[in-house]
């Protein structure tokens, strides 16, 4: 069996549910590898079902903790990083609204624009237009 120090200088820890080592492991730091799993894999279609799954947790337990630490639901949070990018894309890239979509997780390109103005107050393609010159 690996020892304890071993396993989180490999970059794991252990399970929140089982709790190998008969420890629990803090919120604090379950919501930190939640966050880690959200920004490696929000080009992925993530349903919280899955990212409980890559997390070792219950869905609902997952959420509420997500959002008692953060204030924020893990939706929300991975809807934060995939505009975050998207918004990156429009300014370094000639890309099209749509493989700007596609690339951050959004396939449906009318939900992308309208959530990107709901953040940013602009379609994609006015935020492009005023803020490249």
């Known amino acids: ?27 604090q ?10 920004l490696h894999n929000y080009q992925q279609k993530l349903t919280l079902e899955e990212l409980a799954h890559l997390a070792r947790g219950s869905e609902s337990y997952l959420r509420h903790t997500y959002k008692a630490i953060t204030g924020i639901t893990p939706q929300k949070r991975l809807m934060n990083i995939r505009l975050s990018m998207a918004k990156k894309g429009l300014l370094e890239t000639n890309r099209t609204v749509k493989e700007i979509a596609e690339s951050v997780g959004m396939e449906n ?14 379609s994609p393609l006015q935020f492009r237009r005023k803020n490249i010159k």
């Open 29 to 38: 730091e379950w919501v930190r590898e939640i966050d880690t799993i959200l």
């Open 1 to 27: 069996m690996i020892q304890k120090k071993g396993l989180y200088r490999l970059g794991y820890r252990p399970c929140k549910r089982c709790q190998p080592l008969g420890e629990p492991v803090s919120n």
């Open 109 to 122: 390109v009318a939900y992308f624009i309208k959530k990107f103005g709901e953040y940013y107050d602009d």
